[in-house]
């Protein structure tokens, strides 16, 4: 099924990357917890956490794109890898020695943001370096496995650890877990990478790549869902962590396994999307206005069980949405401009949660989290069908200068003749 797991050098990066993103998601459920603990339960402190960890991609996540295209990507990725771990480490330091303050998580959110400005866009274009345009969709979907393994894995094993000694640990083990992913990178023959000439230092390089993506309708359709989902849905972990705290007063390990149940569907509709060998935009359009429907209907659930049922299909249908968008992307940027976009890509796809996740913790303390959910899940869809309007008006504008184009060099052939 993953025939991308032939190359050596992505053999090597996507085993680090199983154990590195258990220990992310693990990490991410504590801090989720810990936010929760320290501001005394307050939905508003978990919005402002994930916002903080997110408002630098707003800010700078498309320079991130840059340096991905002028640097060799293997060597960013090192140091940002090293960076993140090092934030960890501290924080759990911080948690463990009993000092541990909502400004520091904010502060280690921040940072760890300001990080993932360069490492994400790097990460995403790399993929293509170690495995070449032929297995790029499969890669991308067994990284999303992965990743929603991860997913499944790491906020059950988080909550069970959680309730017995607490979250200072959590932050511990993944700062070890990311000396797995550094270890598979300085493995890598770097003879064997399919690394493009890098882009020389210049002027304008950034409007550049927004010209770029502006002139391409193919880039623009998926590059708009996941901004819309991103301000409406990605905030949904944080929606979960409300749910199961307020809604149905769960404990932590009831909420670790609300976080696994979405996750299991995000698997499943990864293994589905690596039997696809080329993307589609209607599976794309689909699988966002799924999501918002799923949304909508988890936010009315009357009882615990039947909010976990309906995690399931909403997961798939993200996931579905997110693999789409990725590929089409990667595969449609050229590689010279393949930093660029992916950094615009990492900063709609992240940059929606500063606004999205304030929002909903907002709504939440105000209505309730129901209210927020289904909310969510109704401006999501109405987005859906805002981005294929744009995208229509868009391409219609591009056929009509490039028909004048052609006239143009038309008429100037034949007054030469």
């Known amino acids: ?51 903080l960890q997110f408002l630098p991609t707003m800010l700078f996540g498309m320079f991130g794109g840059v340096i991905a295209d002028r640097y060799p990507k293997r060597r960013i990725l090192m140091a940002a890898q090293t960076l993140m771990g090092l934030l960890a480490l501290t924080m759990g330091v911080l948690v463990l020695t009993g000092t541990a303050q909502v400004w520091h998580v904010y502060a280690m959110a921040f ?70 992913v550094i270890t598979g990178i300085a493995l890598m023959r770097v003879s064997e990478l399919r690394s493009p000439e890098p882009v020389p230092r210049g002027k304008g ?74 993307p589609s935009r209607r599976f794309l359009i689909a699988g966002a206005l ?8 988890a936010g009315l659930a009357p009882a615990y069980a039947a909010f976990l049922l309906m995690l399931v299909p909403a997961g798939m249908a993200m996931i579905t949405v997110n693999t789409t968008a990725n590929t089409m992307v990667q595969l449609g940027a050229s590689p010279e401009m393949r930093g660029r976009v992916m950094g615009i890509y990492v900063l709609v796809f992240t940059g929606g949660a500063p606004i999205g996740a304030p929002l909903v913790g907002w709504l939440a303390e105000l209505a309730g989290p129901r209210v927020s959910v289904v909310a969510a899940g109704v401006l999501s869809m109405c987005g859906v069908c805002l981005a294929v309007l744009v995208t229509r008006m868009v391409a219609a504008r591009v056929a009509v200068r490039e028909e004048s184009a052609r006239e143009q060099i038309v008429r100037g052939a034949a007054a030469a003749a």
């Open 205 to 278: 390089q950034l409007r550049e790549g927004l010209r770029y993506v502006g002139g391409r309708p193919d880039l623009l359709l998926p590059l708009l869902l996941v901004a819309f989902m991103a301000i409406f849905a990605q905030s949904f972990s944080t929606s979960i962590a409300l749910m199961a705290k307020q809604a149905f007063g769960a404990g932590a390990s009831s909420f670790g396994v609300a976080s696994s149940a979405f996750a299991v569907g995000a698997f499943g509709g990864a293994l589905l999307a690596a039997r696809r060998v080329k």
């Open 111 to 180: 940072t760890l943001g300001l990080v993932s400005c360069v490492e994400v866009p790097t990460r995403q274009s790399f993929v293509v370096e170690m495995v070449g345009r032929r297995d790029l969709p499969n890669a991308i979907a067994l990284n999303s496995s992965t990743f929603n393994l991860a997913r499944v894995v790491g906020p059950a094993v988080a909550g069970l650890l959680i309730s017995w000694m607490g979250t200072g640990p959590i932050f511990v083990l993944n700062a070890a877990s990311f000396a797995a």
């Open 290 to 297: 799924c999501f918002g429907l799923f949304q909508v209907v």
């Open 1 to 51: 099924m993953f025939r991308s797991l032939r190359n050596y050098n992505y053999r090597l990066f996507a085993s680090g990357g199983v154990i590195s993103n258990v220990g992310t998601w693990m990490q991410r459920t504590a801090q989720d917890w810990l936010v929760l603990d320290l501001a005394h339960g307050r939905g508003s402190a978990l919005g402002v956490t994930v916002a």
